[in-house]
């Protein structure tokens, strides 16, 4: 297997040089450089056949969120067709577990569960191979940054139909290697890019491993995304995995030149646990709690198993947590609205009622 994907990285280098006008032998230890990088993305995305972490992401969206919230993750990816995802909001103030609206998702052979955990319900559908999975597993940010793939039954992420995954951009004809190594915050890397869309610095002494990645429009030639990997750790056998990732999204979208770099996000991912093939678990399997509830495609619920009874015991802890036990203080301005409000309705019934007695007075008249 890995005599064959060499021949084809092999192969796309020579076909990218001949479509570009030069010859076969042109520069050949340049091309022996970048056909050695991009079987090295290859091996990366191999070898990793299986993943399991939890990280917190920090500052992803400063304006849903103000400061102190965190997502908090748990992921699960295995060779051919296993994923799972557990998604929960934190706070400073707050632990994710107490997220009322923590949710989990698994997927396995063909089929996918979704569960609203403190709603003891789910819903359920099919997957088929080669096709996307939900869209909340599509766009695993971890999986997405890191470019690995493990569950490969199912269709790899691309942006905008186009290669950005380790394993594609590995038998892609639209990369180049630059022919000088560049340093980034020290660390020499070889350059693999993708002219006006997508460049990838590389630890030339890891081959594989991503030091940073830029993302641009291909419109416009602006920066949308630059991706900044560090302190990266021995995870498996010759696998070395970044612990912190810094995400920064640029305002591409403005008009002038000058502001496209202005940050719009910058947030930061750092991974807390993290194992790699052999050490992950066996799966996730969901279980159906006491009292569930599916959710049918026309949002009827129907409940699956029996019991249940405890479930308002559990709401009613998780409602406790949110109580504030504060005196409540007094807000002259809600008072002077109120009062305005009750004058207002006072002299609409005065007016009513006022009316209302004209009409029986005038009607009484007609009929002496």
Known sequence: MNVIVACIVQLTVLLNRSMAGESPGHSAEHNNREALVLQSLAKMDRDIYAIHATYLFTGYSPTLYPPGYYLYREVFAKRPDAFYQLNAHG???????????????????????????????????????????????????????????????????????????????????????????????????????????????????????????????????????RLEFSAPEPAAQAISIPRRIRNIQYDWHAKQESERRRHVIDALLTIQELELNENVPAGFVFTARPGMIRVGRDMTPTQVTAGGTEHLDELAEVVSKYYINEPRKTCWYDVWIAMVVGLAASVIIQKRRAMTQRKRFLMSEQRL
């Not at 989990?104 to 063909?110: D, I």
């Open 91 to 225: 706070h400073d103030a707050q632990p994710w577990f107490d997220d009322v609206k923590m949710m989990k998702l698994y997927v396995h052979a063909g089929s996918w569960i979704s569960e609203q955990c403190v709603n003891r319900s789910f819903s359920e559908g099919t997957v088929l191979r080669g096709a996307q999975m939900p869209p909340v597993a599509q766009s695993e940010f971890l999986l997405f940054a890191l470019g690995i793939w493990p569950a490969n039954d199912y269709r790899a992420p691309t942006i905008r139909g186009e290669p950005y995954m380790l394993r594609d951009v590995a038998v892609s004809k639209l990369y180049r290697l630059r022919s000088n190594m560049e340093r980034v915050k020290g660390v020499r890397c070889d350059v693999l890019e993708r002219p006006g869309a997508d460049i990838l610095w590389l630890d030339a002494e890891h081959p594989g491993a991503l030091v940073a990645r830029e993302t641009y429009d291909r419109g416009s030639g602006a920066l949308m995304q």
